[in-house]
């Protein structure tokens, strides 16, 4: 099994609401990313968890909160979001976070209203 | 930090003709140069990558070229085909997955 599986594929939220992404995979895999990715645009790296700890945040606002319940998990939770966060949420992982074989996701498109 | 830089943005081509998009870096210590392909809508999927001992890679149609020296690196599509079309990335990193930077990429569209 080499997918990364992310749920919701699409959501619409407010600008008032709370909601989460979540990301999963079931390959072994010690080190989950989160990218943003607008259109037209490379994928921006805003957190990476190595070993449920989170070892990376690229200066993200606050209203982006990840979590890593356990090594196979790995969430967004997402509060007062603004228009300009819509975009397309891409989750990753690999081996650990020193190897560069890794899986995307396929993404949750998320647009803020 | 690293930066990747890489052209055309677009590129146009007839199917059966060959394309070349090329990227540059500036960090030496670089030592891992994946390339992604992206669908409309869909995840980043790795098609090639090449690490810092080796000059060129191919697989099948596709094959990857690396000048250390010259910090650049190319990717060549052969006998193009419509489904070919797609936005690409390259990218670099010397420390793993984690510390991967991404081109700004390459809209190829390849026409029957």
């Known amino acids: 099994d080499t997918e990364v599986t992310q749920t919701p594929k699409h959501l619409v939220m407010g600008m008032t609401n709370k909601k989460s992404l979540k990301c999963e995979q079931h390959m072994g895999h010690r080190a989950m990313y989160w990218y943003k990715q607008k259109a037209k645009k490379p994928p921006e790296l805003m957190f990476v968890?190595?070993?449920?700890?989170?070892?990376i945040n690229e200066s993200v606002p606050s209203r982006f909160s990840p979590e890593c319940p356990n090594s196979s998990l790995l969430n967004l939770h997402l509060h007062a979001l603004q228009p300009e966060d819509s975009a397309l949420y891409l989750c990753a992982s690999s081996q650990d976070e020193e190897r560069t074989e890794a899986f995307f996701g396929q993404g949750t498109r998320l647009t803020v209203v | 930090g690293e930066n990747v830089e890489q052209h055309p943005s677009t590129l146009s081509v007839q199917e059966g003709d060959s394309a070349v998009i090329k990227c540059t870096y500036s960090?030496?210590?670089?030592?891992?140069f994946p390339w992604y392909k992206q669908e409309l809508g869909k995840r980043p999927q790795l098609i090639i990558d090449?690490?810092?001992?080796?000059g060129e890679k191919k697989d099948q149609r596709i094959a990857v070229t690396l000048n250390k020296t010259a910090k650049h690196f190319s990717l060549h599509i052969t006998e193009t085909q419509p489904e070919d079309s797609a936005v690409y990335f390259c990218?670099?990193?010397?420390?793993?997955?984690?510390?991967?930077?991404f081109g700004t990429g390459t809209r190829l569209l390849v026409s029957p």
């Open positions: 090449i690490r810092s001992n080796v």
């Open positions: 960090d030496s210590a670089s030592n891992y």
């Open positions: 990218a670099a990193s010397m420390r793993g997955f984690q510390k991967l930077v």
């Open positions: 968890y190595s070993y449920e700890k989170l070892s």
